[in-house]
């Protein structure tokens, strides 16, 4: 099967500057996740979907960042305004599991995202 | 206190070596755990799943005491191609999303 697709794989932006992400989960796959991972660290859950409704988004900066998830398939992720503190690996994650037991998660290769 | 935290690494071993990785967790509601594997510039990758009984895949063995809130990662006979950050996972909210430990680095040494 594909895997998760993303895209850009790499972005620069200057501080201040808005930016979105996009992500195509796994066929068939109805939980769709977005992390952030900061250089050092693991990676940190940003927002969670179920199909289109949104399950977590309790670490979501929303003064900054939104996502949606039209349709229940693709989804993008924008930051608006960025922050030089932003700057991080956006990765994008699917599971085709309600209950993820058997760890089932496929993440996308990620968007480098970097800030000056 | 961190939700997971895990050895801070780096760890520097030669081929062949037995190598151990430990990693808690505070959430002792906890259901699922996990062990992934995560190549330079690359995605995080399930490694194993952690079983209360301890479960074994090849030179890998991992280790859940649910009473300490402890989970542990053994690789036996190390390779180079082991290098890479393990990073320690636990499904704290059950049923929903995982909560990643921040890695630890292993470099395997010709």
């Known amino acids: 099967e594909a895997g998760v697709a993303q895209s850009p794989r790499y972005k620069i932006i200057e501080k201040r500057q808005s930016v979105a992400f996009w992500c195509n989960p796994i066929?068939?796959?109805?939980?769709l996740y977005w992390y952030q991972q900061i250089l050092g660290q693991g990676p940190k859950l940003l927002i969670q979907f179920q199909n289109n409704g949104v399950v977590d988004d309790s670490q979501l900066p929303k003064d900054r960042f939104s996502a949606e998830r039209l349709k229940g398939v693709d989804s993008t992720l924008k930051i608006q305004p960025a922050k030089l503190e932003d700057s991080a690996v956006y990765l994008c994650a699917s599971s085709s599991y309600d209950r993820i037991e058997g760890g089932g998660y496929t993440f996308g290769s990620g968007t480098r995202l970097t800030v000056v | 206190r961190k939700e997971v935290e895990q050895d801070p690494g780096p760890f520097n071993v030669p081929e062949g070596a037995t190598v151990a990785f430990n990693c808690t967790y505070s959430n002792s509601a906890s259901q699922s755990f996990f062990w992934y594997r995560q190549d330079c510039r690359k995605e995080p990758k399930l490694l194993m799943s952690?079983?209360?009984s301890g479960n074994e895949d090849g030179r890998f063995t991992a280790q859940l005491n649910r009473a300490s809130q402890y989970i542990s990662l053994l690789i036996r006979d190390s390779k180079l191609s082991d290098s890479a950050t393990y990073l320690c996972?636990?499904?704290?909210?059950?049923?929903?999303?995982?909560?990643f430990g921040p890695g630890t680095r292993l470099s395997v040494l010709p």
């Open positions: 996972v636990v499904n704290t909210n059950y049923g929903q999303n995982f909560v």
């Open positions: 952690v079983y209360s």
């Open positions: 066929s068939g796959h109805a939980t």
